[in-house]
RNA sequence: GCCCCCAUCGUCUAGUGGCCUAGGACGUCGCCCUCUCACGGCGAAAACAGGGGUUCGAACCCCCUUGGGGGCGCCA
């Protein structure tokens, strides 16, 4: 049953990455969890590009989570707003901060700062900005511009996930808004462009809890509404620390090179931290009515890809076989190189009988090759010596058999089994001397599927040189 | 060290006080189906971290311990 989307509240959520590295599954969930939410309630979905280091992001890095994004099939609403291209409204806030009080200005140095630091370290005392910079009147260049965190009391917000979080304000230091060089720092530009954009609901990373009293007290501080949060629970490595460029294939792309559908994909995505009952298959469209935060669970989830395989098994062997060929061509031409010259037809007619038999698009491939590339070696060790002499017989008769078949299904079937029985012979052994003759092994498709699929030409050329082979 | 969050099979999870001798799924292992490989079917092993409460009754509520994760930048 589709749930009616809840139209009363409007629902504005944001994805916003910093291109500072490839997207990796873990912000590749983080969107989808935006993007579903946004879809199930009918509100917008925006993207935003956190390239406030100009150091460190890259154009590359832009392209990329694009590029996943779309691959996942997580339209955003409207153009990707840069970060970077908004500072001077950032200055404009932060001018409005020192006025009111908010903010002060500070000239200690990083290197005394770094120094104290180690300090507490060593001391084994919590490193907090002291403070040292709070009320002087006169400060010298270069200056960044620091918050002025109350010493008492405490900074609450409400998580839809994990209810009241509450956080002493002596644990929050007087953090830095704007940086010496006249950058604005994160945490401060999150709120002004989340205010800005319009954003209702913030579903991000549990690795945020800690910034969000920060964020908190500059809502209050600009008077702006506080939108909705929901941390959302991490997933971890297989070693159960947070996902980063060490986790082998943590960038989603690679899992598109690793023949991954992406309806997989966001299946498997979903269900990491998500559950809806018993329920394990979903497609898109079940999600986008389904999906509620209400169903997203606390623990940190590890990323184990046994069942993504298994989905994409599912999906493989579902997508229209036309469909399938044709996002092979798209995504995997180079691989393909080796049926350029197969008719289009027998190429997804291949696709149609290999697809249900294998976990991913390169293993599809490597089924394909052996129905379209060059004619198999021959593993003399996958018949038994007692089983060679019959074999060479029944692929040579069947080779004859084929000259009057139209090459049909029904036909070839007919034939070959026809020649089983008239031998007194189990069909099995027949099928394994011309699965042999056809693969130079012992795994393939259907038989008379694979058959007529190769053609006549084909057939009949590996059975010759099966033969030769065999000696 | 300080702060925050979390805790059910190996993994993803259902479970919101009695329906739980804890359900599903992946993976693993048997068996069946079968022209091979897959698919599918059937079955098995496999978990409430520990200790205290509260209650007639606790996987579920509270506290402590332990364990795990995250955060403590002029990164985002």
């Given at each position: 049953m589709a749930e009616a989307p809840n139209t009363k509240e409007k629902v504005v959520v944001r994805f916003p990455p910093s291109p500072t590295g490839f997207l990796h599954v873990g912000g590749a969930r983080t969107a989808l969890f935006n993007w579903l939410f946004a879809r199930h309630h009918g509100g917008q979905f925006l993207l935003r590009l956190e390239d406030t280091d100009r150091e460190r992001s890259e154009d590359r890095f832009v392209e990329d989570i694009l590029e996943s994004?779309?691959?996942l099939g997580l339209k955003w609403?409207?153009?990707p707003v840069f970060q970077s291209r908004r500072i001077e409204r950032h200055?404009?806030?932060?001018?409005?901060l020192v006025e009111k009080g908010f903010a002060y200005k500070c000239d200690c140095t990083p290197e005394a700062l770094d120094a104290y630091r180690k300090e507490c370290q060593q001391k084994k005392l919590p490193y907090r900005y002291p403070g040292i910079c709070r009320d002087k009147k006169e400060v010298r260049a270069p200056y960044v511009l620091r918050i002025r965190v109350p010493d008492d009391g405490e900074t609450r917000f409400a998580d839809m996930i994990r209810g009241e979080i509450t956080i002493p304000n002596k644990d929050i230091e007087d953090w830095v808004l704007v940086r010496s060089d006249g950058n604005p720092t994160y945490n401060f530009v999150v709120v002004v462009d989340d205010h800005d954009m319009g954003v209702t609901h913030i579903l991000r990373g549990e690795d945020h809890i800690n910034n969000t009293p920060k964020q908190a007290m500059l809502y209050e501080a600009l008077g702006y509404a506080l939108p909705k949060f929901a941390h959302l629970p991490m997933i971890l490595g297989s070693d159960r620390t947070k996902l980063s460029k060490r986790h082998g294939a943590a960038s989603t792309l690679e899992y598109r090179k690793m023949g991954y559908l992406p309806e997989a994909m966001v299946n498997f995505l979903v269900r990491l931290g998500w559950s809806f009952g018993d329920e394990e298959v979903f497609t898109v469209d079940k999600l986008k009515s389904v999906f509620s935060v209400e169903h997203i669970g606390k623990a940190n989830a590890i990323f184990n890809t046994e069942k993504l395989d298994w989905l994409n098994g599912i999906y493989l062997r579902e997508k229209p076989s036309q469909e399938l060929s044709d996002y092979?061509?798209?995504y995997f031409k180079e691989e393909l190189t080796f049926a350029k010259s197969v008719p289009a037809a027998s190429f997804v007619e291949g696709v149609k009988i290999i697809q249900g038999k294998v976990k991913n698009i390169p293993e599809l491939i490597e089924q394909l090759y052996c129905l379209f590339g060059e004619d198999p070696d021959y593993d003399?060790?996958?018949l038994k010596d007692a089983e060679k002499a019959p074999a060479k017989q029944a692929i040579s008769d069947v080779s004859a058999l084929l000259d009057a078949s139209d090459f049909s299904i029904e036909d070839l079937e007919k034939r070959i089994r026809g020649y089983a029985d008239d031998k007194g012979e189990k069909f099995g052994k027949i099928a394994k001397a011309v699965r042999f003759s056809l693969t130079g092994g012992k795994?393939?498709?259907g038989l008379f599927e694979m058959?007529?699929?190769?053609g006549k030409?084909?057939?009949q050329r590996r059975m010759g040189r099966a033969l030769k082979a065999l000696g």
């Open positions: 994004l779309r691959w609403d409207g153009e200055k404009e806030v932060a001018a409005q092979m061509q798209q003399l060790t996958a795994i393939s498709p058959i007529s699929v190769q030409e084909t057939v």
